[in-house]
């Protein structure tokens, strides 16, 4: 595919769970190129907080309040986004949440929850935006946020790494494909390491209609992965890798290259069977 620039003045990004973390650094970083932006979130306090600072900068944006695990929500962020501008360029299926404990001691309403927003997310916003795009028949651009746990396995975050390598293989199949096609239409999934956002808190977020069990036990580890979160990156430069992966056509967006080993130890744990 010959590349044009996409990240350009007037065209039109798209980002779920754009109200903080890597969302809002993404949403932040097109608007910065006088992209038109559509941030969506289940969240609406810091949604509103977003779209207000944003417009205060002067960029063109909307907010759309959207459940990525309902397609209906995701149906509708694509049609809103359409009527307020007409195309969209770039697709940021970013939307995450995580709940840790061993895998056995999860709930169906945990499975329920954790694939529904990371997994059937992306889903969903592959089937609500991918056939828009192809009718439009300009180079557009779709980043799937996984996570390098959806590079490896061991012990530890067993939903979040299920939902993860899904993601992984859901965007290497969306991209074999449309090449097939000769599509427009160019895939990244985004593979980062330790980022400093508030996905540790996500059970805030967690609908009423999937209760948390009684008792949630802790893993040993929970005050390390805090602490490696909070020395990790910043969203802004998590944000800066995806621009350049979208400028470049890179389809592996991996911010912290020194972690590859551990994808390295587990390719040749699977070859020698």
């Not at 609406?44 to 205060?56: D, M, N, Q, R, W």
């Not at 293989?169 to 427009?184: F, H």
Request: glycine residues 10%; proline residues 4%; charged residues 20%.
């Amino acid at each position: 595919m010959n590349h044009t620039p996409v990240c350009k003045k007037g065209n039109v990004a798209v980002v779920t769970g754009a109200a903080s973390g890597i969302g809002r650094a993404m949403a932040e970083r097109f608007a910065a190129d006088s992209m038109r932006v559509v941030l969506a979130d289940v969240e609406e306090g810091p949604l509103a907080a977003v779209t207000a600072s944003l417009k205060s900068a002067g960029a063109s944006v909307i907010a759309v309040r959207t459940d990525v695990s309902n397609a209906a929500d995701v149906e509708n962020l694509a049609q809103q986004t359409l009527e307020a501008f007409g195309a969209v360029h770039i697709l940021c299926n970013n939307a995450g949440v995580v709940c840790s404990r061993p895998v056995w001691e999860h709930s169906l309403a945990d499975w329920d929850w954790v694939l529904g927003v990371n997994l059937w997310g992306v889903i969903h916003g592959i089937r609500a935006f991918v056939p828009r795009m192809l009718a439009q028949e300009t180079e557009c651009h779709i980043v799937n946020t996984a996570s390098i746990l959806g590079l490896i396995g061991g012990a530890g975050e067993g939903i979040y790494k299920v939902s993860k390598h899904g993601v992984v293989v859901l965007s290497e199949t969306l991209a074999a494909e449309l090449a097939q096609k000769g599509a427009k239409i160019q895939v990244h999934v985004l593979c980062p390491g330790w980022v400093r956002t508030g996905i540790l808190d996500s059970e805030r977020n967690r609908p009423q209609g999937l209760p948390q069990p009684q008792h949630i036990p802790r893993t040993g580890n929970s005050r390390d992965v805090r602490a490696e979160m909070g020395a990790g990156m910043s969203p802004a430069e998590v944000a800066a890798h995806v621009y350049r992966a979208i400028q470049n056509g890179d389809f592996y967006i991996f911010t912290h290259p020194e972690m590859k080993g551990q994808v390295q130890e587990r390719m040749e744990r699977i070859l020698s069977a």
